[in-house]
């Protein structure tokens, strides 16, 4: 591994950097408006600014990105993208920024940034085999396997969100699919949901306060989504064999209390020892990862 590190989250509203030295430390932040909307050679040039803020405290540091969607992490090349950045799909953002910067750029999927800034310096520090759940607007996982990212024979391993689960029958996924886990236990489901339930159109953060609140629909929606989450969680449990569940993102605060009963009840006893851990790093690590990612020889 090299000496000091710039990761860079491209986010669909923020673009989140960090410079990071050898032992996982941050010592220094930039972070600016992602203007996701005027298209992709915009986000990149907003991504190579957040570098470069950072390159000038630290010069000759290397870089990697985590990215929203599906990627390619031999070309660093986007597969496939939702609309949080439209027109994201097909842009090679090592090229593009590797041209901008004058330097290599590792690029990786933002979720799989987050598992390995977790496992590094957050709340899975020290662990081999971690399971990494993001839930925020949509769901998805990155797996470390033997300590080293497990993507999968395409790049895409932990699409946790296409997961079919019960009671989901109605609700519509990101994928265009009905009755997967997505549709449930992130934020745009319960949104979905509590609009099934009581007709209003709220947000997935508003559900949650409302639920605070004392709203029994909202309350009955979160516990449903909980519940689903935590079922599905122990099932990977069982499946993989982590040492911990790491849940991250921007509906987990709301979604734990539900599932950490439901995924306690449903582990079977040889996995009874699997904790499920909030993360430790909130929106820095996808950033903190992808340091770490750039960081590494390419071989690795």
Known sequence: MSGTGIGVDIGGTTTVGVLVTPSGE??????????ARRGAAAVLDTAAGVARRLLDQAGQATVGVGSAGTIDPATGAVRYATDSLPGWAGTRIADELERRLGRPVRVDNDVNA?????????????????????????????????????????????????????????????CGRYG??????????????????????????????????????AAEVL???????????????????????????GAAAALLPAATPVYVAELLPAWADVPLLPAQLGD????????RLGMEEPTQ
């Open 26 to 35: 941050v010592v220094g932040r930039a972070r600016a408006e992602t203007p």
């Open 223 to 249: 516990a449903r989504a909980g519940e689903a989450l935590g079922r599905a969680l122990a099932g990977l449990v069982a499946l993989l064999d982590p040492q911990a569940v790491v849940v991250a993102g």
């Open 114 to 174: 987050a598992a390995i800034g977790e496992a590094w310096t957050g709340a899975a520090a020290g662990l081999t085999h971690v399971l990494l759940v993001a839930a925020g607007t949509g769901l998805g996982a990155g797996l470390i396997r033997d300590g080293r990212l497990d993507r999968g024979a395409r790049g895409a391993a932990g699409a946790l969100a296409h997961l079919p689960v019960p009671g989901a029958e109605r609700l519509r996924c990101g």
């Open 284 to 291: 820095e690590a996808v950033a903190v990862g992808a340091a």
């Open 180 to 217: 997967h886990l997505e549709a449930v236990a992130s934020g745009t489901g319960l949104a979905t949901a509590y609009k099934l339930a009581t007709g209003e159109t709220v947000t997935g953060r508003q559900v949650a306060a409302r639920a605070a609140d004392g709203d029994p629909a």
